[in-house]
């Protein structure tokens, strides 16, 4: 039996992005709207027809010091924030249960940062991307 609870749908964006030679941000212009949101995974896509291994890094990122995550062609990765779940609403009962003095507490939110993600390849590469936001912003 289906559970009895309100359905959310999880949203995307996806896009093509052509990766230069230099680090190609993967927050371009194109998609600037979508960079509102609080990302919790993307996947890039290395399609089985490009001439060359993709590279995923920093600002840093570059073919020749191999210093990132290499995708190579025909293949895809993807990216995402692992957070456990805590029991985070018995927090408040159980201070009021025990009684003692405790600093107010925040709840962690982890996020990943497009404006902070790059690729980079040997000659211009276009891939696949696609972004997934958290959908209780």
């Known amino acids: 039996m289906r559970p009895d609870r309100p359905v959310v749908r999880q949203n995307f964006f996806p896009f093509g992005l052509t990766v230069g030679v230099t680090p190609t941000p993967i927050s371009t212009i194109a998609q600037q709207d979508a960079l509102g949101f609080l990302y919790v995974a993307l996947t890039i896509s290395n399609a089985a027809a490009a001439a060359n291994s993709v590279w995923f890094g920093d600002a840093s990122i570059s073919v020749a010091g191999r210093n990132g995550l290499e995708i190579p062609v025909g293949t895809s990765k993807t990216i995402a924030v692992s957070t456990r779940p ?9 201070i ?3 009684q003692c003095p405790v600093p107010p507490y925040a709840i962690p939110f982890v996020a990943l940062d497009p404006t902070t993600m790059f690729l980079v390849a040997a000659a211009p590469t276009l891939v696949g991307i696609i972004l997934f936001p958290e959908m209780f912003k």
């Open 86 to 94: 805590q029991l985070y609403e018995l927090q408040e009962p159980l």
């Open 96 to 98: 009021a249960v025990m």
